[in-house]
């Protein structure tokens, strides 16, 4: 296929744009005159499907896979066979693949690195939970939304490619990525894409693949018999947490990989959350406006006009001394709500009763430069005559 074939007809898509080129086939952008919407066309190479079992099995496949609805799963809208040729239309999802970010040393956050491994994570369980397996994990095949969602493409089709060469003595997969079992013929279970997931991490983590030879059987042969170089010497700053977690899902035996996509993720989910811990920290305690708590409120709205001079003055130098204390040290919340209302320990709504509900609020810890000013605003308070309350 050749960009000269732009907008030649396939059944009722018109091709587009060329999006890539594999072992597969190809990609392209297409136009569904029928629908009236935009989607990624894969046109399956000549092998795929060349007798009737092939194309029983691939109809079989590809059903089995448009059966996943899930955010992180590119949607399969639409399969069959135009000219002769196999095509599955499925979701155009704008964006770039995972494998583009890494040969470019994208420069990611850590945490927005676990982000979409979590997220890759999340639509490989609900996969295998349905019984799908998808067999060629592979930064290639996850892609990166405009919005930042994690899309995974392609649930399926490598298990079609399988079916068709069986027996031909072909090694069916991507080598750098692949399981000890697929190479071996060994059974396939969750743990295959763990394995596959594995290798996605690493190389994510340190811009190396795990597994790298001069030719496809020394890809393969590290594989089966070599442990990838530790993933902390070349990435040093990854916590050696993250660093057990990518071992034990490459390692050999699948039995002592994870078992689940959501065993997995649920320990990256704890590292991340302890990674994020700090900033959060920092953020919970930076000095930020508070709004006049509502006694406070109440002494200034609810006092005659003579005693508002006296109770904004002495607010003015509450506020002076929290700015004081805002730009210097952190300090722990001033005061922490709770369920009787904004200050601890003040219970009284009445305005009779302010300068109690002042000697309340100077009960409670709070810096002393505050104290001194709720000091005078409570003595303020304290010498008014009966007419406080109006």
């Given at each position: ?50 007798t009737g079992d092939a194309r029983l099995r691939f109809l079989r496949e590809a059903r089995a896979a448009g059966v996943l609805q899930h955010p992180n799963l590119v949607t399969l809208y639409d399969l069959g066979e135009a ?308």
């Amino acid at each position: 296929m050749t960009k000269t074939e732009r907008f030649r007809r396939v059944s009722k898509f018109e091709l587009h744009d060329l999006i890539g080129e594999g072992a597969m086939g190809v990609v392209w952008k297409a136009y569904d005159t029928v629908i009236r919407r935009y989607v990624a066309l894969k046109l399956l190479g000549t092998r795929i499907g060349k007798t009737g079992d092939a194309r029983l099995r691939f109809l079989r496949e590809a059903r089995a896979a448009g059966v996943l609805q899930h955010p992180n799963l590119v949607t399969l809208y639409d399969l069959g066979e135009a000219e002769n040729q196999l095509y599955i239309a499925m979701e155009l999802v704008e964006g770039r693949d995972l494998s583009s970010l890494i040969a470019t040393n994208e420069p990611l956050a850590l945490e927005r690195k676990l982000d979409i491994v979590i997220e890759l994570l999340e639509g490989l369980a609900y996969a295998h939970e349905r019984g799908v397996i998808h067999r060629d994990i592979k930064p290639s095949n996850v892609r990166v939304a405009a919005d930042g969602r994690v899309k995974i493409m392609d649930f399926g089709i490598a298990r079609l490619q399988s079916a068709d060469v069986t027996g031909s003595g072909a090694i069916v997969g991507t080598p750098n990525y692949m399981a000890p079992e697929q190479v071996t013929n060994g059974p396939i279970t969750p743990a295959t894409d763990l394995f596959s997931v594995g290798c996605l991490l690493y190389e994510l983590l340190s811009y190396r693949k795990p597994f790298e030879g001069e030719t496809v059987h020394g890809v393969l042969y590290q594989v089966l018999t070599t442990d990838p170089k530790p993933l902390r010497t070349m990435a040093p700053s990854i916590p050696a947490g993250l660093e057990r977690v990518v071992g034990k899902a490459l390692n050999k035996v699948p039995e002592d990989r994870y078992q689940s996509a959501r065993q997995m993720q649920h320990t990256l989910l704890g590292i991340r959350a302890a990674l994020s811990g700090a900033s959060d920290t920092t953020q919970r305690l930076s000095p930020r406006w508070t709004p006049i708590p509502l006694p406070l409120l109440r002494l200034i709205t609810h006092t005659p006009l003579k005693w508002r001079v006296v109770v904004l003055s002495a607010l003015a130098t509450v506020v002076l001394a929290l700015s004081y204390v805002s730009r210097g040290a952190v300090q722990p919340a001033l005061l922490p709500p709770q369920a009787g209302g904004p200050f601890p320990g003040v219970t009284s709504d009445h305005p009779t009763d302010a300068p109690t509900a002042l000697d309340q609020l100077l009960a409670t810890r709070l810096p002393p430069r505050v104290n001194l000013a709720l000091v005078a605003l409570r003595d303020s308070a304290a010498s008014a005559p009966a007419g406080w309350a109006h």
